[in-house]
């Protein structure tokens, strides 16, 4: 990679002293000390070494494209993450031909209208044919490429089916934590108000949803079947993201988001697919939210169906482990409790 750096550097600087070249050359005809038959022949050298680089330039980036194609995608392990996939490459597609299309005119122009002598620039104010064809055409493609993106974003963020599997996740400096609803099915409900060193989501356990929930160490899904993450942050703003599922969402302070996938492929099916044994999917932050946000990571762990219900069995709800919790709150409800930390917070404030 180093060696392509400085390739490219050398480049980019033999081009600038060819333009300071250009430039001195041009100002020396201006000024009339430079013939009209040496300016010729080097407009005919660089609109051929236009052309040269543009064939040049479409040669490589395909050639470069199809041998690294490998490294610079990963597995998709999810069936939303595959309707992702698709439009990111009908919309590399299109931008790719236009990309392309637009170069050889740009440099096909350079090569034809080179600086002849005798000849004269034509003024060609506009056509409204052609203004039209280039305004209402990009219009179209472009209008088609966000409906069909923003159909498929409605479905992701849209309700989650009755049998998804819910998983709270939750984003705070500089780590992620997961909670699980028990045998109730339902996650109890939270208040950023009893967010303590204890209880650093905020629940209230107090309630009769929330007393099974538990909060497991690793994040486990199961394969084939739909999940939602219902996302929070307690701080600042991060972003829930695991490339190999294609899903990212933003975890918003006091605005709670969402997202539903159904995983496609165990962790063992990626670790046969990719040859690595030691494969995990990871979640990590896609928002640089402080000085630890390099540490932001959690695993994931996708299970056969089966397994997935054998580990939920074996976790033990946060209140089992921690039993005084409840006891320690010195109030009987999660707002009396709430108000005599703030009745504290403010007599140290006092002081």
């Excluded at 079947?225 to 829930?240: C, E, G, N, T, Y």
């Amino acid at each position: 990679m180093l060696n392509f750096v400085i390739l490219v550097s050398v480049i980019l600087i033999g081009a600038i002293l060819v333009t300071i070249f250009r430039a001195h050359t041009l100002v020396q005809v201006v000024r009339g000390n430079k013939d009209g038959e040496s300016l010729g022949k080097s407009n005919k050298i660089n609109a051929a070494l236009f052309l040269v680089f543009l064939v040049a330039g479409i040669v490589l980036f395909f050639g470069y494209s199809y041998t690294q194609f490998d490294r610079y995608t990963v597995p998709v392990a999810s069936e939303h993450g595959e309707v992702t996939f698709k439009l990111f490459w009908i919309t590399t597609a299109v931008t790719t031909v236009a990309f392309i299309l637009t170069h050889i005119v740009l440099f096909w122009f350079a090569f034809k209208y080179q600086h002849r002598a005798g000849q004269k620039a034509r003024f060609y104010p506009h056509n409204d044919k052609l203004e039209l064809l280039w305004t209402v055409v990009p219009a179209i493609v472009l209008a088609l490429l966000i409906f069909d993106g923003f159909r498929a974003w409605v479905k992701i963020t849209d309700q989650a089916p009755d049998n998804a599997e819910v998983v709270e996740i939750f984003g705070y400096q500089y780590a992620w934590a997961s909670r699980y609803p028990g045998a109730d099915g339902k996650l109890g409900p939270f208040d950023y108000r009893l967010i303590d060193t204890d209880n650093k989501l905020g629940v209230d356990f107090t309630n009769q949803f929330a007393k099974d929930d538990f909060l497991p160490r690793e994040i486990h899904i199961p394969k084939g079947k739909p999940v939602l993450f219902k996302i929070r942050a307690r701080d600042v703003i991060h972003s829930v993201y695991v490339p190999h599922f294609r899903l990212q969402m933003n975890a918003v302070p006091g605005m709670p988001t969402q997202f539903w996938f159904v995983p496609t492929k165990s962790t063992a099916d990626m670790a046969a697919e990719t040859g690595n044994p030691d494969f995990t999917y990871e979640l990590v932050c896609n928002k640089i939210c402080g000085k630890g946000h390099f540490a932001m990571r959690a695993t994931i762990v996708v299970d056969e169906p089966a397994e997935y219900e054998k580990w939920k069995a074996s976790q033990e709800s946060w209140l089992s482990k921690n039993p005084d919790y409840l006891a320690n709150l010195n109030a009987t409800s999660p707002v009396e409790a709430v108000a005599v930390k703030e009745e504290i917070v403010e007599a140290e404030t006092s002081l």
